[in-house]
């Protein structure tokens, strides 16, 4: 545990680093915010130099159990020292709600407690931004990748906080070499994303603030409005690629960039999958609006379905219209869509379109088989066969992600929270999402819920974030055994 401690303290200096940005932000805006963030990023350093000089003798490298408590210790650490410069700047934030705030931002879940967007100094807003910018690759793959000489295990970090099979994908011989390509592909992608609404006609600072929300699939806006703020099918256009690109997995951008190929991309049956379920629900939804009169004519329909539906099927949460408000079918398969949409090793949310498609195809195995019980059929996924142990730890963790569902909407319902409510709450936290329906939906945030209501969002921001194991691992006898 002391050893766990000891390495959180130097992530902890490390992230003190990141107050750079927002403090660049406010002197070139003059929002009087400089020494709040200087003094939030004193804070920082300081209580992670002090957890670091008293644990030092406690220092060793850390076994593979010891990656899931420092990740977890991490979010919420960092989550909570993360909450200093609002505390500040916003007088009468409770700290409960800072720390919602914070969390939806490293987690890239974008629900937010916040109102009066547009007028918030620029260097708070841009803070919120940079930590859904910070947390779309991982915090902890940044750590790895700069710093090296930690003296942690860094592929131990690496698997307990990255999602999927991507897990066990050497890009590079060196995990602290695939960190880093990681990074320069998403840094790369930022860039390109910048520029991109740029020339669709946003200003510079927009621009910059949505482009970190956008590729880490967060959902941040420094508007009350959202991207409906812009009212831009320009702009529209640019952020639905953007959300798409982020959703499939970035060691196929990497391979991409690396072969100078797109051939990669159509040998992923996740993204082939991905893509395919995006189209069907966006025509669907939009023949059923149309019909119902939603909107005039049906390449409106199309525009808006469009964009709101990707935004919330990759678990981004970009609004530009009140969804909630169509007829219930549709605002319904929009926020479901974020259960299964982004790939495996991207920045989105989920339960991922990898093990979507393994339950699929050990759904079709099973039926086949009450028909043909003595056939050896194995679950195959592109013509390469999924291991049994695989398809276990699919169905184990899809077990957990539905009760941890069904668990914490029960705990709304028990603090007077309406079905809906609750019940897409949780699915838009878990599954980092942002916007629910109900009091929690598109023209409204959560700032209405209580204390104990936000507590419960935020644990489900955490849970999804991290995957279930990482964190619910924790509270296994076995795991503290020694």
């Keep these: 545990m002391l050893a766990v401690i000891n390495v959180l303290g130097s992530m902890l200096m490390l992230f003190s680093v990141t107050y750079v ?96 967007l547009d007028s918030m100094a620029p260097s708070l807003n841009m803070w919120r931004a ?24 860094g592929m131990q970090l690496y698997k307990a906080e990255t999602p999927g099979p991507v897990k066990n994908e050497k890009l590079t011989p060196r995990i602290t070499q695939t960190a880093k390509a990681l990074w320069v592909v998403y840094l ?19 621009a910059v603030f ?33 959300m798409l690109v982020s959703a499939l997995n970035f060691s196929r951008h990497f391979i991409a960039w690396q072969q100078k190929s797109l051939r990669t991309y159509l040998t992923d049956v996740e993204a082939s999958g991905m893509l395919r379920l995006v189209a069907t629900a966006v025509l669907v939804v939009t023949l059923y609006i149309w019909a119902h009169g939603v909107y005039p004519d049906f390449l409106t329909s199309l525009r808006y ?44 949310g989920g339960i991922k379109m990898f093990r979507t498609l393994v339950l699929t195809q050990q759904a079709t195995r099973e039926l086949f088989l009450l028909v043909h019980p003595q056939a050896v059929t194995p679950v195959k996924i592109r013509n390469q066969v999924v291991s049994n142990h695989i398809v276990f730890a699919v169905l184990a963790f899809v077990v957990l992600y539905f009760g941890t569902v069904v668990t914490l909407t029960f705990l709304l319902l028990a603090s007077g929270m309406d079905f809906i409510s609750s019940f897409t709450a949780i699915i838009a936290t878990i599954n980092n999402a942002g916007p629910g329906l109900g009091v ?3 023209s409204s945030n959560y700032q209405g819920l209580t204390d104990f209501q936000t507590w419960v969002c935020s644990l489900a921001m955490l849970l999804g974030r991290l995957e279930i194991f990482s964190v619910l691992v924790l509270l296994t006898p076995t795991f503290w055994r020694k």
């Design 210 to 242: 949505h482009s970190f929300s956008t590729l880490s699939l967060g959902g941040f806006s420094n508007y009350d409005g959202s991207v409906g703020h812009y009212d831009s099918v320009a702009i529209e256009l640019v952020l639905v690629f953007f």
């Design 305 to 348: 379905v469009t964009f709101n539906l990707v935004a919330m099927a990759t678990t981004c949460g970009f609004v530009t219209q009140d969804y909630a408000a169509w007829p219930a079918f549709a605002p319904m398969v929009i926020v479901m869509l974020s259960c299964y949409t982004c790939n495996t090793g991207s920045t989105g």
């Design 21 to 116: 940005l927002p403090m660049v932000t406010s002197v070139i805006y003059r929002d009087g915010m400089l020494l709040d963030f200087v003094y939030a990023a004193v804070i920082c350093v300081t209580a992670g130099a002090a957890m670091f000089v008293l644990t030092m003798r406690h220092k060793r490298e850390l076994r593979s159990r010891d990656g899931f408590l420092l990740v977890t210790l991490a979010w919420v650490f960092m989550s909570a020292i993360a909450t200093v410069p609002l505390m500040i700047g916003l007088p009468g934030l409770s700290f409960t709600d800072a720390f919602f705030e914070t969390m939806s931002g490293l987690s890239t879940t974008g629900a937010t407690v916040l109102t009066g």
């Design 188 to 206: 790369l992608l930022t860039i390109l994303c910048v520029l991109s609404l740029r020339v669709a006609g946003m200003e510079w600072y927009d």
């Design 130 to 153: 940079a930590l859904h910018w910070y947390g779309g690759m991982g915090i902890i793959v940044l750590a790895v990748a700069i710093l090296p000489l930690l003296g942690v295990g």
């Design 440 to 442: 929690v939906g598109p």
